[in-house]
Structure formats: structure tokens, C-alpha cells
């Protein structure tokens, strides 16, 4: 798993935990954690199929 998508996964699953907390408590902050959490999914995502690319573009050129 590339790094930047590790960093990635990381991210998300702390703002999840931050975005649920701030729902408990009752603050509306927490949608700017979900916000977060969607976008950081998103880029873990994009760095696992840019890598599972590079690496089939790699076994083709071999």
C-alpha cells in the first residue's frame, strides 16, 4: 500500500472518530470532520489506483 495512501486512511479514520465525537457533544463541527473524512477517503482511493496503475504499466513494459 503506497504511503500517501496509508497517510490517507489514517487521516480519515481520525477525523471519523473526531467528527463522532463532536456529534455526541452535540456540535455541529462535526460535519466539517465528515467533510474531511470524505476527502481524505477519496485520496486514498486516487493513490491506490494510481499505484495498482504504475504497477500494471510497469509489468507491461517488462
Known sequence: MPRLAVFAVVVCALAVAAAVVAFVEGSFLGI???L???L???MAWYYMR???AEKAA???NV
Request: avoid cysteine; charge should be positive; glycine fraction near 6%.
Open 58 to 60: 510497469t509489468a507491461r
Open 36 to 38: 474531511l473524512a470524505g
Open 50 to 52: 494510481k499505484a495498482k
Open 40 to 42: 481524505t477517503s477519496n
Open 32 to 34: 466539517v470532520w465528515v
